[in-house]
């Protein structure tokens, strides 16, 4: 019998049978992890359920390989943090589709782990979480092997005037050396490199960049699909934030 306990973050749940629920935690050490919750869909569990939660979870299976079955405990809800606010609620939904869909299955990731912990405690706070969602974007993009190199430009070694990343590359490149294959350049906004006014628009550039890298490189290694559709309406969302 396999029997650990660990802490996550829900990231979806689906009905199984007519009572229980298949529920996709993001844990501290066991990575991306699914179970059956039995009484998952009750009126007692199911408000517990809800993507972003923190909770606790002791997982059983008699064999590794099987689905196994979760005990879980509420810690944290961060529903009441996103109700009501359109930037939180499609923020929340954004990093838990993405998740569900690049994390390996059962390989821990402590740093994004403890990332996104953080990135999900700031819900609510429409000031600061565009920028925190899009510096998270490139903290995901490292953890798993496609992080972005803008410290100095790819052609000539020289690291001002960046303006382009070469999508072959993640590198970046100089404006001179871009020359006539710049509109094959992904944008380089001075926020992507930790530069510059964070503004919706230079974040929403900059989450264009990552965008493509998550889809094109990330998910493409991992046999394809395409970004979740909760990423565009929260792109939106941030646009919308700045504008009333």
Known sequence: MIDWRDEGAVLRVRPHGETSAIVEVFTATHGRHAGVVRGGISRR?????QP???????????????????????????SADAMGDRLALAGLSAVCGLLAVVLPEREAHP?????????LDLLGQGAVWPLAYLRWEQALLEELGFGLD?????????????AYVSPRSGRAVSREAAGEWADRL????????????AGAADIVAALGTTGYFIEHRLLRSLGGGGLPAARARLLEAIVRSEAG
Do not use: H, M
Not at 45 to 49: D, N, R, T, V, W
Not at 52 to 78: K, M
Not at 111 to 118: E, G, S
Not at 150 to 162: H, I, T, Y
């Open 186 to 197: 992904l944008p380089l906004p001075p926020v992507l490199a930790g530069k510059g006014d």
């Open 45 to 49: 569990i199911a408000p517990i359920l």
């Open 111 to 119: 740093p994004l782990y403890d990332r996104t912990v953080q990135l």
């Open 52 to 78: 972003g939660a923190q909770i606790a979870v002791r997982w059983q299976a008699r064999l590794d390989e099987n689905i196994g079955a979760f005990t879980v405990e509420p810690l944290r809800s961060r």
């Open 150 to 162: 803008l410290s100095a430009c790819a052609v000539r070694g020289v690291n001002e005037d960046l």
